[in-house]
């Protein structure tokens, strides 16, 4: 049994940023008075001036760190492992955590919903759909390399469940009425967040729960034939 170290230790927070995460969204509509959550973005908790404002930064303050550390971890140890194109996945998959955790710091939105204002165009139009390219592009590369040669198939269905989540919000928030926006709004963001989690878990484990034994992935040598 291998001996965990400190980085394997460290995917842990990817979890603890996922359970940070849910208890900004569940709780702070409680400092919002007439927050409806089944027709409003999860935006509108942390928006300038929003009254609910300061709770959200408080319960989700472990949200953004821990997130990066963990998905930063992951990225430390895949180095040299697996395969390229899990690499790049993973290693796009980080890129996204962070547009996201800079770009929404830098620009929330101005007031609860879209006032179309400067910084709400930034959060909608830049910052939104360089992390949903990001997402999408990652998600792909890491399924495409999961299922090649079936070298890390249970890794390959999280991302693909990750991304049916993403496109079931996506396509849903423009088909369903307008009081249904928030529920269907919700799938989108937490797929992400809740893969950051599973990649974590991957790192706790090593990366070895989910790999087909068969191929030595997680070796940089090729290994000698029998």
């Known amino acids: 049994m291998r001996v965990k170290t400190l980085v394997n230790w460290l995917g842990l927070l990817g979890t603890v940023s996922l ?3 849910t208890a900004a969204v569940l709780f702070a509509p409680l400092a919002y008075p007439g927050y409806e959550w089944t027709r409003q973005a999860v935006s509108d908790l942390s ?6 404002e300061l709770l959200w930064r408080q319960l989700s303050s472990l949200y953004g760190p821990c997130g990066l ?6 990225c430390l140890f895949i180095g040299g492992k697996l395969t390229q194109t ?5 290693y796009l998959f980080a890129a996204m955590n962070w547009v996201s955790s800079i770009g929404y710091t830098l620009f929330p939105l101005s007031e609860s919903g879209y006032a179309g204002t400067f910084q709400d165009v930034m959060h909608v139009y830049v910052v939104t759909a360089a992390v949903v390219m990001l997402s999408i592009v990652s998600l792909v590369v890491l399924i495409i390399g999961g299922f090649r040669k079936r070298r890390y198939p249970s890794l390959a ?3 693909a469940v990750a991304l049916a989540f993403m496109f079931i919000g996506a396509m849903a928030i423009n088909i369903v009425p307008i009081e249904y926006f928030g529920i269907f709004e919700r799938f989108s963001v937490f797929a992400a967040t809740a893969f950051n989690a599973v990649l974590g878990v991957y790192l706790f484990h090593g990366f070895n729960m ?3 034994q068969n191929n030595k992935v997680d070796c940089p040598v090729p290994a000698k034939p029998v």
């Open 210 to 212: 989910g790999k087909n």
């Open 47 to 52: 928006a300038a001036g929003a009254p609910s």
């Open 19 to 21: 359970l940070s995460y």
């Open 157 to 159: 269905i999280w991302a």
């Open 69 to 74: 550390v963990s998905i930063m971890a992951v």
């Open 86 to 90: 899990l690499r790049v996945g993973i």
